[in-house]
C-alpha cells in the first residue's frame, strides 16, 4: 500500500472515530483534517479549498436565507395550523404529520420542516392524551424520506450533485430527477408505520412537557376585528389545547366566561386569558388574527422583525419597587411594555396596570432587539434574558414568501436557470421585499454547517487523489466478483453504516469517490451508485446521530437510544431493499 493512500486513510479513520465518539464540533474536526491531509502534502491548498467555492454548498448557504423568509413571515405555521388541521385520533394524527411534514419536506429542506412540527406534534399529543413519541418518530422519518424526492430536499444530494458536477460537468441532476426513487421510498416509509412501525413505537413521557418548576405567566389575547378566527371554535382553531399554555377564560362585552369548552365560538373582540410559561407568547404569535395583550397601552413603534419578548427580574434598587405598573411609567422609562408578571414563580390575576411590583418579580416584556445589550449591566434589574425566536411574525407577507418558493423551484425546475442561480435569486427577493431583514438573513445562515460541508470536500478529494478511493473500490470489486449490483449493494450498504456513525453530509462526501470508481471497476455506468450513496446517506434512521434531525426530537420525545434501534432499523430493512430494487431500473447499471 501506497505511503499517500496510508496517511489518507488514517485521517479519515481518525475522523470517523473523532465525529463518532467525542462532541468535538464537526467542523472543528473536518477542518483539522483538511489542514492535516495538505500538511501531509496529500492535497494542494488550491485543491484542499476548493470545497468553499462550490455551488452546492453555496446554494445550502442561500436555501437558510429562504427559509428564513418562510419563518419571519408565518409561511409555514400558517400552513400547519390552516391546511393540516386538528386530528381526534392517533392514526389521524400520525398520518397528517407525516403527510404534511413529507410534503413539505420535497422543497424545504427537512431540518426547518421538522423543527416546525415538533411542537404541533406535541399539541396534537395532549390534545389526545397520548406521548408524543407515538408521533414525532414517523413525522421525523416521513421527512427525511421526503427529502430524498428532490434535489433541494437535503442538503446531502445538494453536496453529492455538487461532486459529481465536479467530475463530469454535464452530469447534474434536475431539481425532480430523484423523484424516480424518492416517492417510492416515501411510500413504502408511510406504509411502515402505519402497518408495523406504530406497533414499535414507545410510550413515553414528553421531557420538555414537564414544566412544574417554570415560571407560570397569565396572557391576554384579543381576536382582531376581520380575524379569520371570528365564527371559528377554539377547538377547531388550536387554542383549546395549546403545548405550553391552557386557556383560563374569556372576556365578551363585559361579560366573562369561565370553564370554556372547545365547541365555543370565537368572536372579534373577545379577549382570552391563557395561563402557562414564556414560550406560549412564542406558540399564539404564530397564529394569525390574534392581538397579544390588546388592552394594555404600550405599542412600540417597531416593525415585526425588531420586536423580541425578554424576561426581567426585579433587583432590590429598582426604582419600580414599591409602585404600580401604571405609577411607574414602565414603556416611557425602558422603551418596553410588559405582557405579563410572574412572582415566586406563580402568575399574578387581576389587572396588570394595578400590580405592585416587588423586588424579585419576574416581568416578561415585549421590546426591540438592542434591549438586553442595553440593558445587561443595568443594576435596576438581577437578570436579563431574551427569549429565543420570540419575534412575531409578520403574517402579511407570508403569501409573498410563499410566491417566491414557488417561484425558485419553477424556474429550477424549468431549466430556465440553474438551482445555484435560482436559490440567490430567491434569498435576495426574501430580503429585498422584506420577508426577512438583513440581520435575520445572516443570523439564519447555520456557518459551522456550511464551513464542515466546505471543508468535508477536502476528505473526498483525497480519497481520490491519493488512490484511496480506488484502493477500497478494489476490495468491494473482489468482494462482488465484478458483479455490479452486488458492487451496487455493498456501496449503499457501506454508505449507510457511515451515516449511522457521522453526520449524513460527511457520509455522502466520503463515500462518492468510493462509489465511483466501484462503478468503474465493475465495469458499470456511474450514476445509480451515485443515486444509491444519496439514498443511503439519508437512511440514517437506527441511531441518534444517524441524521440531525434525529437530535431535534430526541428530547421531545423522551427516546432513548433503542427507541430508535427498534423502529428505525426495520425501516431501514425496507428502504433499502426497496431503492436496491428502484435505483437499477430507474438508472440502469
Same mark, same amino acid.
Given at each position: 500500500?501506497?505511503?499517500?493512500?496510508?496517511?489518507?486513510?488514517?485521517?479519515?479513520?481518525? !475522523?470517523?472515530?473523532?465525529?463518532?465518539?467525542?462532541?468535538?464540533?464537526?467542523?472543528?474536526?473536518?477542518?483539522?483534517?483538511?489542514?492535516?491531509?495538505?500538511?501531509?502534502?496529500?492535497?494542494?491548498?488550491?485543491?484542499?479549498?476548493?470545497?468553499?467555492?462550490?455551488?452546492? /454548498?453555496?446554494?445550502?448557504?442561500?436555501?437558510? %436565507?429562504?427559509?428564513?423568509?418562510?419563518? &419571519?413571515?408565518?409561511?409555514?405555521?400558517?400552513?400547519?395550523?390552516?391546511?393540516?388541521?386538528?386530528?381526534?385520533?392517533?392514526?389521524?394524527?400520525?398520518?397528517?404529520?407525516?403527510?404534511?411534514?413529507?410534503?413539505?419536506?420535497?422543497?424545504?429542506?427537512?431540518?426547518?420542516?421538522?423543527?416546525?412540527?415538533?411542537?404541533?406534534?406535541?399539541?396534537?399529543?395532549?390534545?389526545?392524551?397520548?406521548?408524543?413519541?407515538?408521533?414525532?418518530?414517523?413525522? =421525523?422519518?416521513?421527512?427525511?424520506?421526503?427529502?430524498?424526492?428532490?434535489?433541494?430536499?437535503?442538503?446531502?444530494?445538494?453536496?453529492?450533485?455538487?461532486?459529481?458536477? =465536479?467530475?463530469?460537468?454535464?452530469?447534474?441532476?434536475?431539481?425532480?430527477?430523484?423523484?424516480?426513487?424518492?416517492?417510492?421510498?416515501?411510500?413504502?416509509?408511510?406504509?411502515? /408505520?402505519?402497518?408495523?412501525?406504530?406497533?414499535?413505537?414507545?410510550?413515553?413521557?414528553?421531557?420538555?412537557?414537564?414544566?412544574?418548576?417554570?415560571?407560570?405567566?397569565?396572557?391576554?389575547?384579543?381576536?382582531?376585528?376581520?380575524?379569520?378566527?371570528?365564527?371559528?371554535?377554539?377547538?377547531?382553531?388550536?387554542?383549546?389545547?395549546?403545548?405550553?399554555?391552557?386557556?383560563? &377564560?374569556?372576556?365578551? =362585552?363585559?361579560?366573562?366566561?369561565?370553564?370554556?369548552?372547545?365547541?365555543?365560538?370565537?368572536?372579534?373582540?373577545?379577549?382570552?386569558?391563557? /395561563?402557562?410559561?414564556?414560550?406560549?407568547?412564542?406558540?399564539?404569535?404564530?397564529?394569525?388574527?390574534?392581538?397579544?395583550?390588546?388592552?394594555?397601552?404600550?405599542?412600540? =413603534?417597531?416593525?415585526?422583525?425588531?420586536?423580541?419578548? /425578554?424576561?426581567?427580574?426585579?433587583?432590590?434598587?429598582?426604582?419600580?419597587?414599591?409602585?404600580? %405598573?401604571?405609577?411607574?411609567?414602565?414603556?416611557?422609562?425602558?422603551?418596553?411594555?410588559?405582557?405579563?408578571?410572574?412572582?415566586?414563580?406563580?402568575?399574578?390575576?387581576?389587572?396588570?396596570?394595578?400590580?405592585?411590583?416587588?423586588?424579585?418579580?419576574?416581568?416578561? %416584556?415585549? *421590546?426591540?432587539?438592542?434591549?438586553?445589550?442595553?440593558?445587561?449591566?443595568?443594576?435596576?434589574?438581577?437578570?436579563?434574558?431574551?427569549?429565543?425566536?420570540?419575534?412575531?411574525?409578520?403574517?402579511?407577507?407570508?403569501?409573498?414568501?410563499?410566491?417566491?418558493?414557488?417561484?425558485? %423551484?419553477?424556474?429550477?425546475?424549468?431549466?430556465?436557470?440553474?438551482?445555484?442561480?435560482?436559490?440567490?435569486?430567491?434569498?435576495?427577493?426574501?430580503?429585498?421585499?422584506?420577508?426577512?431583514?438583513?440581520?435575520?438573513?445572516?443570523?439564519?445562515?447555520?456557518?459551522?454547517?456550511?464551513?464542515?460541508?466546505?471543508?468535508?470536500?477536502?476528505?473526498?478529494?483525497?480519497?481520490?487523489?491519493?488512490?484511496?478511493?480506488?484502493?477500497?473500490?478494489?476490495?468491494?470489486?473482489?468482494?462482488?466478483?465484478?458483479?455490479?449490483?452486488?458492487?451496487?449493494?455493498?456501496?449503499?450498504?457501506?454508505?449507510?453504516?457511515?451515516?449511522?456513525? !457521522?453526520?449524513?453530509?460527511?457520509?455522502?462526501?466520503?463515500?462518492?469517490?468510493?462509489?465511483?470508481?466501484?462503478?468503474?471497476?465493475?465495469?458499470?455506468?456511474?450514476?445509480?451508485?451515485?443515486?444509491?450513496?444519496?439514498?443511503?446517506?439519508?437512511?440514517?434512521?437506527?441511531?441518534?446521530?444517524?441524521?440531525? *434531525?434525529?437530535?431535534?426530537?430526541?428530547?421531545?420525545?423522551?427516546?432513548?437510544?433503542?427507541?430508535?434501534?427498534?423502529?428505525?432499523?426495520?425501516?431501514?430493512?425496507?428502504?433499502?431493499?426497496?431503492?436496491?430494487?428502484?435505483?437499477?431500473?430507474?438508472?440502469?447499471?
Amino acid at each position: 500500500m501506497d505511503i499517500t493512500i496510508l496517511e489518507t486513510l488514517v485521517v479519515v479513520t481518525a !475522523v470517523l472515530l473523532l465525529l463518532a465518539m467525542t462532541s468535538l464540533a464537526a467542523d472543528i474536526v473536518l477542518l483539522t483534517a483538511m489542514v492535516a491531509l495538505t500538511a501531509l502534502g496529500v492535497l494542494s491548498p488550491e485543491r484542499a479549498l476548493s470545497g468553499f467555492a462550490s455551488p452546492g /454548498v453555496m446554494t445550502i448557504a442561500a436555501l437558510y %436565507v429562504v427559509v428564513a423568509g418562510l419563518r &419571519e413571515t408565518g409561511a409555514l405555521a400558517w400552513l400547519s395550523q390552516r391546511v393540516f388541521g386538528h386530528p381526534t385520533t392517533v392514526i389521524a394524527a400520525q398520518i397528517r404529520l407525516m403527510a404534511a411534514s413529507a410534503l413539505v419536506s420535497t422543497v424545504v429542506s427537512n431540518t426547518p420542516v421538522v423543527a416546525m412540527f415538533i411542537p404541533i406534534a406535541q399539541e396534537w399529543a395532549r390534545r389526545l392524551s397520548l406521548p408524543a413519541s407515538r408521533l414525532l418518530l414517523p413525522m =421525523n422519518n416521513l421527512a427525511i424520506l421526503a427529502g430524498t424526492c428532490t434535489l433541494i430536499g437535503t442538503s446531502t444530494n445538494l453536496v453529492v450533485d455538487g461532486l459529481l458536477q =465536479n467530475v463530469h460537468p454535464d452530469a447534474g441532476l434536475g431539481i425532480f430527477a430523484l423523484a424516480r426513487v424518492g416517492v417510492p421510498l416515501t411510500l413504502v416509509g408511510f406504509l411502515y /408505520v402505519l402497518l408495523i412501525g406504530r406497533w414499535l413505537l414507545p410510550d413515553r413521557e414528553d421531557a420538555i412537557e414537564q414544566l412544574s418548576n417554570a415560571r407560570e405567566y397569565s396572557f391576554e389575547v384579543g381576536i382582531k376585528s376581520g380575524s379569520p378566527l371570528a365564527g371559528r371554535t377554539i377547538g377547531a382553531v388550536g387554542l383549546r389545547s395549546m403545548p405550553r399554555a391552557y386557556l383560563l &377564560e374569556i372576556a365578551r =362585552n363585559g361579560e366573562l366566561l369561565t370553564a370554556v369548552g372547545p365547541q365555543e365560538v370565537l368572536a372579534a373582540g373577545d379577549v382570552l386569558t391563557f /395561563v402557562g410559561v414564556a414560550d406560549a407568547v412564542r406558540d399564539l404569535r404564530l397564529i394569525p388574527g390574534l392581538d397579544i395583550a390588546p388592552d394594555q397601552d404600550f405599542r412600540l =413603534n417597531l416593525r415585526s422583525s425588531q420586536r423580541c419578548l /425578554v424576561e426581567l427580574v426585579l433587583a432590590p434598587s429598582s426604582p419600580l419597587a414599591g409602585m404600580t %405598573v401604571r405609577e411607574g411609567a414602565f414603556r416611557t422609562r425602558y422603551q418596553a411594555g410588559i405582557i405579563s408578571i410572574s412572582r415566586e414563580g406563580q402568575r399574578l390575576e387581576g389587572k396588570l396596570g394595578d400590580v405592585r411590583l416587588r423586588p424579585g418579580d419576574t416581568l416578561l %416584556v415585549e *421590546t426591540d432587539d438592542a434591549f438586553v445589550d442595553r440593558h445587561r449591566h443595568n443594576r435596576e434589574f438581577l437578570l436579563v434574558s431574551g427569549l429565543k425566536d420570540s419575534t412575531p411574525p409578520d403574517f402579511r407577507r407570508a403569501p409573498l414568501a410563499a410566491a417566491i418558493l414557488l417561484a425558485m %423551484v419553477g424556474l429550477a425546475a424549468s431549466g430556465l436557470t440553474s438551482l445555484f442561480t435560482a436559490a440567490f435569486l430567491a434569498a435576495g427577493a426574501m430580503v429585498g421585499f422584506r420577508c426577512v431583514t438583513l440581520a435575520a438573513a445572516r443570523r439564519s445562515i447555520e456557518y459551522p454547517v456550511i464551513v464542515a460541508i466546505a471543508a468535508s470536500y477536502a476528505l473526498g478529494f483525497a480519497l481520490t487523489d491519493s488512490g484511496a478511493a480506488a484502493w477500497l473500490a478494489a476490495s468491494i470489486a473482489a468482494i462482488a466478483g465484478n458483479d455490479a449490483f452486488i458492487a451496487l449493494c455493498l456501496v449503499y450498504v457501506a454508505t449507510v453504516v457511515v451515516t449511522e456513525l !457521522v453526520t449524513n453530509n460527511a457520509a455522502g462526501v466520503l463515500m462518492f469517490p468510493i462509489a465511483m470508481a466501484a462503478a468503474a471497476q465493475s465495469g458499470a455506468h456511474f450514476m445509480p451508485f451515485v443515486i444509491a450513496v444519496m439514498i443511503a446517506a439519508s437512511a440514517g434512521f437506527v441511531t441518534p446521530i444517524g441524521y440531525q *434531525t434525529n437530535l431535534m426530537i430526541y428530547g421531545p420525545g423522551g427516546y432513548r437510544f433503542g427507541d430508535f434501534v427498534r423502529f428505525g432499523l426495520p425501516m431501514n430493512v425496507f428502504v433499502g431493499i426497496t431503492a436496491l430494487i428502484v435505483i437499477p431500473a430507474a438508472w440502469p447499471l
